[in-house]
């Protein structure tokens, strides 16, 4: 195995950037990237029990559409954070994107733009945050790991208000990386390379890569929350507790997330864990999620749930992978494709009329 991965040749034709179906992306994803790459991609922590769970969890609901409702045509227009979308999707941030692709982070966000929908662009990111500004033409926002020295990271904020992001996400649940079972079995390493645009000297990557925790607590977050020159969304969120503590901090939306399940393996899948935190939010902020979705489908299921927001993830990494910018903007139209025939099956007009009354949990 080779202990370097590198991505595979950008595309030279357009049957290369084809991608029919969702499910077909995976198959494609796995068939034709390096068993490197795709490892990375695709797998979770442990025993990648939570990435399994929160597939799972979209399958425990089924849909029970109205008829006859006279619904021509849908609007999946939404609002998040302030921001006009196409829909109520955006891109999750994917690290190590030099590791996937040429186009990287920059790919990401000309797709973004193209499907009218927002990117939060990782810090962990072989590019650095200006960069990628100056590629994107739609909305964006940059996402920043809970550790390492305040100062720095009021720094880290202070740039990406200056090159026009819209939000800060601050990632909580990753103070190291998940033990990776499946990549320390391939003997899978990543050049820290991948991770080190926004931070040169490597520190970053080698702290994500030690053995050593982050200090941060909820007090300081408030402290630095105080100090941001952007609204803050909190990531990593899964419980009421937690929810709690984002909203004393000041959060403007928080994310639903267990980092797809590539971080504490044994979490709860998070659309189970969606209602809980919804309950404390009591719509005093937006909730996003992410994990686990795979279709259409999963989104218009989260949305009845009461997700204000999708974050797409893997499925996002593996169009990147195989066609960079043009197979991310792919997959991303599929998605929107499949929740707009979702919407008119199911008798919506407009994303406001997507509610829980049209799901019912399976026997």
């Not at 979209?58 to 008829?67: K, V």
């Not at 590791?99 to 966000?109: A, T």
């Not at 040169?200 to 702290?207: I, K, L, N, Q, V």
């Amino acid at each position: 195995m080779n202990p370097q991965p590198t991505a595979p040749p950008a595309p030279t034709t357009d049957d290369d950037a084809l991608i029919r179906t969702l499910p077909h992306l995976h198959k494609r994803a796995q068939s034709e990237l390096l068993p490197d790459v795709w490892a990375y991609i695709d797998s979770g922590a442990g025993s990648e029990i939570t990435v399994n769970d929160n597939e799972d969890a979209f399958r425990t609901w089924r849909l029970l559409p109205r008829q006859l409702t006279g619904v021509t045509t849908v609007d999946t227009t939404a609002n998040f954070l302030g921001l006009r979308l196409a829909a109520p999707v955006l891109t999750a941030p994917i690290g190590c994107d030099g590791l996937l692709h040429p186009d990287g982070q920059r790919g990401i966000v000309e797709a973004a733009a193209e499907c009218g929908i927002a990117a939060v662009v990782s810090e962990a990111s072989g590019l650095a945050l200006e960069d990628v500004a100056a590629a994107a033409t739609g909305p964006k926002l940059m996402q920043v790991h809970a550790r390492g020295n305040v100062g720095e990271f009021l720094a880290m904020a202070d740039r990406a208000h200056a090159a026009g992001y819209s939000a800060l996400c601050v990632t909580i649940d990753c103070p190291v990386l998940g033990w990776r079972e499946r990549l320390r079995r391939l003997s899978v390493t990543v050049d820290p390379q991948h991770f080190s645009g926004n931070h040169p000297d490597g520190r970053f990557a080698a702290e994500l890569l030690g053995e050593t925790g982050s200090a941060w607590t909820w007090r300081t977050l408030a402290e630095v929350a105080a100090r941001l020159p952007l609204p803050l969304v909190v990531k990593g969120v899964l419980s009421a507790a937690d929810a709690t503590h984002a909203l004393e901090c000041g959060a403007q939306a928080v994310i639903v997330s267990n980092h797809g399940g590539r971080q504490l393996d044994s979490a709860p899948a998070t659309l189970d864990q969606l209602p809980e935190v919804l309950e404390v939010i009591d719509g005093q902020i937006q909730v996003g999620i992410d994990g686990g979705f795979r279709t259409g489908t999963d989104v218009f299921k989260a949305l009845a749930l009461g997700a204000d927001a999708v974050l797409l993830g893997r499925s996002v990494a593996m169009g990147l992978a195989l066609a960079g910018r043009a197979g991310v903007a792919k997959v991303v139209e599929l998605f929107l494709a499949e929740l707009r025939r979702t919407m008119l099956l199911a008798g919506c007009a407009r994303i406001s009329d997507i509610n829980a009354d049209l799901l019912r949990r399976r026997p």
